[in-house]
């Protein structure tokens, strides 16, 4: 093997070929510095005495499967100007590193559709060394993420864990991009992305997110002129979750077990959209029962389909409409369930309104982000390395999904 073609196969460039070793599968290529690049790694003087060498094993570029491992033997110099005594950088591989650059290139190509586990295989290595070369060069893409022309989030908790581990997920709505990512859920868990976004200079327009006290009072406090708007899935969601502890009520009330009969099992029937009910009309026949033998439920249930029309109106002005008639609809009913979600849709009129103001933002984008960091985490088995599992996080906008088969 000539010096130019060590140069062109493993993309070692500034030194010369030696030798080259086949032994217990591997390949061996031995190569050596020229004296007369030899420079001191402070200073970059000339002026350097040799003080011996230190031999270093490299991991390069597969030939094929077999693996191929450079060998060098590193100069330690005396540097006559600034009097240092050091060994000589290494040009073909990062300091402290004992693979060649283009190794590290050939194992990110192969994470984008690769697995941890599948690359470390391919390539004859270690589990530990691929994890470390996709982690370094995720810290190195997100270490400093630029948060100067955000205009638009949302924020949302998501449960990574046994026993209530939370992380708290901010998205750029724009981008869709990922742009913090805290330990557990609350207030405290954003102060870091406050800091930062101070120094920053962000000017936010608006915030998506849910009905969350200890969100409001953070992004109120920290964002005083953003708009806080609410998403209207979490507000959805909430009033479902009332609708299922009312059912759960009558049906501990009910003393006509033929009542109880009709109420039990109709949970997700009462929660189903319409349209979505089953077409051969049975779900519908079960849904109308339960709801001629219950006057409460069927209040509410009608009620939970005429709150989807707050968000499905052409303007602001008619969804206030909107929302005061249901207000006042949910009050009059003398429910005591809807009476207390009235009073909690009255105090957070304005944030729900809001979404008219700023091309309707809501944590949807958000939702489908969490959904993507479960799946991450169910494929990868859970991640010992939490900060390792925040930085695929902040990569998931870029990852692309593959249909196989």
Request: glycine share 6%.
């Amino acid at each position: 093997m000539s010096t130019s073609e060590l140069c062109h196969m493993f993309e070692i460039w500034g030194y010369t070929f030696v030798d080259l070793k086949r032994t217990e599968g591997r390949i061996e290529v031995v190569i050596s510095q020229n004296p007369k690049t030899l420079r001191c790694p402070v200073c970059h003087s000339r002026h350097v005495i040799r003080r011996g060498t230190y031999p270093r094993r490299f991991r390069g570029i597969p030939v094929g499967r077999t693996p191929v491992d450079i060998v060098l033997d590193v100069v330690r110099v005396e540097c006559q100007d600034c009097g240092v005594v050091r060994q000589v950088g290494v040009k073909f591989a990062e300091e402290r590193r004992s693979y060649t650059r283009a190794f590290e290139r050939l194992v990110l190509d192969l994470s984008k559709c690769m697995t941890i586990d599948g690359v470390a295989r391919y390539l004859g290595a270690s589990w530990d060394l691929i994890k470390d070369i996709q982690k370094r060069s995720l810290t190195r893409r997100f270490r400093r993420i630029k948060l100067k022309g955000l205009r638009y989030l949302a924020i949302d908790e998501l449960c990574v864990g046994r026993g209530h581990r939370y992380l708290t997920v901010v998205l750029d709505l724009v981008s869709g991009a990922v742009v913090f990512v805290g330990n557990g859920k609350g207030a405290e868990a954003l102060e870091p992305f406050w800091r930062r976004l101070r120094r920053a200079g962000a000017r936010i327009k608006a915030v998506a997110m849910d009905m969350s006290p200890a969100y409001i009072g953070a992004v109120t406090t920290h964002l005083p002129k953003a708009a806080i708007v609410f998403d209207h899935f979490h507000v959805v969601k909430l009033f479902n979750e009332k609708l299922t502890e009312l059912r759960r009520a009558l049906y501990r009330e009910a003393k006509d077990l033929r009542h109880k009969k009709v109420l039990k099992g109709t949970r997700w029937l009462l929660l189903k959209n319409p349209e979505n009910l089953s077409e051969d009309g049975e779900e519908e026949k079960r849904l109308q029962e339960a709801l001629r033998l219950n006057e409460p439920l069927a209040i509410a249930y009608y009620l939970k389909e005429d709150l989807r029309q707050v968000w499905e109106q052409y303007d602001k002005k008619g969804a206030r409409d909107v929302l005061r008639d249901w207000i006042r609809r949910a009050q009059a009913s003398g429910i005591r369930m809807l009476v207390q979600f009235a009073h909690t849709l009255a105090a957070h009129r304005t944030g729900i309104l809001a979404f008219y103001d700023h091309n309707a933002i809501s944590t949807g984008p958000l939702e489908g982000t969490n959904t993507k960091i479960r799946v991450l985490q169910h494929n990868s088995y859970g991640f010992r390395d939490m900060e390792f599992f925040k930085l695929k996080i902040y990569a998931l906008h870029e990852a692309k999904l593959e249909l196989i088969g």
